[in-house]
């Protein structure tokens, strides 16, 4: 049907928009209203799919593949607007920059969303957009480029390709980024010399990108009472365990606040001075204010309802995985370890028995060594005996010699 008709067609309401649903393996692009269109660039960027060098068959992966993309890209020629979703390592530096320039021809107003990470090839599509958002996650990386080389070379011919072949293309790079940041060309150089990666906020404030993607990153709104007894977060009172310790820095409220939702301690409706909660047990907070009472055993049922034992499970294995060694300790030991103020798990009980053996050992070394200098066995001297050579001695002169021996240690010791 000729344009002419399209038009006058479409315009009545007779022809339904185009529908476009591309999946590929890397790469999706979508458009159900004819209007607003995405593409989702998750992957390699190459020319042609790279063949398995052993086995000669194409490689299987994530791989944006240059013809394929500009002949799905006519789907979508039509959209207004464009939303482009980024996670690529980025790849052929030279096919993103044609990618590039073929998305910049489209008249629809383009959005690039950095879900991953943006490097390399991956900027490059990236910047085609008229708006970059970036997640405070999110990775964008910039270098120069460089190549793989098969052969000999001499220096003159490496110059050659370094000047004709890897120049030009960090000369087309720099020219995207200026468009995008502004920045001098000897500036984008220094930072694709030192392969420069920005993270979230950084790539804003390197005019890289425009928006933040912050609303799942909200902060909430924490507060504790001066006893910390109860936390407001998002002005809902949440009861702290005794034993639990609050993170310094978080602000204290005051309970005389009028804005219920940075409260931390309801006023009592009387009884107690100064307003402020003295319940020491639920019985006494139901008497003081029993509403607060309810909520916190609300939330206290939901909290147990929605365990899923993993906790119970743990304290049941630990307590089984010391009973497997309890029979190599003593007994005070292995009650200590399961229910003692220093409870520990089966490691920690081995190590800590260890400890105490080797102490142990130590004490019984250090009396046995007391012991020996107290004997003054030290200062005993082996026996000697002077045997002349070929000669040996007559068991009466091995006698005299023994004797002579016993009464120079019979000696000593009366001294």
Known sequence: MPKFFNGIFARKGLLKPPSVNIRRSCYAMTMTDGLDAEIQFYGEIVKTRPIDWWTGEPQQGNFIILDEFLEDLKAIEGAKTLLMRIDSIGGDSEVSVTIHNRLRELAAKKTARIDGVAMSGGTHITCAADIIQVNPASQFMIH???GFLFGGYNADELRALAETWLDPTDKSQVEIYKERTGKTEEELLAMMSKTATFV??????AGFADEMLASAYDKPEIAASADGRLLMVNG????????AKLPDGIKTVATSQEDDNNKTQPATTGGQEGGKLMAKNLEELRAENPELANQLMTEAKAAVSTDDGSAVEAERKRIEEIDTISSLYDDETVKEAKYGKTACNAQELAFRAAQKAAKKG??????????????????????????EEDKPLTPAQRMAAGRADAKKIQNKEDK
């Open 236 to 243: 809902r009172p949440m009861h702290m365990p005794s034993f």
């Open 200 to 205: 979230g906020q950084e790539i804003i404030d």
């Open 144 to 146: 120069k480029c460089w």
């Open 362 to 387: 130590k004490v019984t070394l250090d009396n046995m060594q007391e012991d020996t200098n107290a004997s003054g066995a030290n200062d005993v001297s082996a026996a000697t005996v002077t045997i």
